[in-house]
């Protein structure tokens, strides 16, 4: 972490637009699998798959270390503080702020994505003081190309990220929101 970046709270709760952003608990690990273990999810993110109850306890782990190293954040997205229905993530990089998201098959079209990232993005302006967040997305997820517009970002002019994940080939274009004036 950079002597320049505030450590991230113990305990995050976030609210707006009709969710309640959380941090994942032990009680969570049950149904984490229900949410990751999915073809898209495995195909379009760096979330392990397949993602069983193991995966689960280990990215629970790895959420909890990367919070008290000051890299990221990641965050239940749940519409009652309750029951997750994906995750929101923050992560601190020389890029910038970023932001990335997944939300379970079976919870797909409420428009959760794109209000979990609005949220993130009014903490990371608000209580960060980040300049801009960003999200690197592949063109052809036209799925997360369609939030990031209707989360109010805006492609960037600048070079492409090119790279392997999981066997696979990928080329990441860079999006950007910068705070309302």
Request: charged share 25%; aromatic share 6%.
């Amino acid at each position: 972490m950079s002597t320049s970046n505030p450590p991230f709270p113990d305990r995050i709760e976030l609210t707006g637009e009709g969710l309640i952003l959380r941090d994942w608990t032990e009680a969570d690990v049950a149904a984490m699998p229900d949410l990751f273990d999915h073809p898209d999810i495995a195909y379009w993110t760096p979330i392990v798959s397949p993602f069983d109850e193991a995966a689960a306890r280990a990215r629970l782990g790895r959420a909890r270390q990367l919070r008290a190293d000051g890299v990221a954040v990641l965050l239940a997205i749940t519409t009652d503080g309750r029951a997750p229905l994906g995750e929101v993530m923050l992560r601190r990089a020389h890029e910038g702020t970023e932001l990335g998201y997944a939300v379970g098959p079976a919870h797909r079209g409420r428009g959760l994505a794109v209000r979990a990232v609005r949220v993130m993005a009014a903490y990371a302006f608000e209580r960060l003081g980040a300049e801009r967040v960003i999200l690197e997305l592949e063109a052809e997820n036209a799925a997360s190309v369609a939030v990031a517009v209707r989360a109010g970002f805006s492609r960037l002019d600048v070079p492409l990220i090119e790279g392997q994940e999981k066997g696979r080939p990928y080329v990441l274009q860079t999006w950007g929101l910068r705070p309302a004036p």
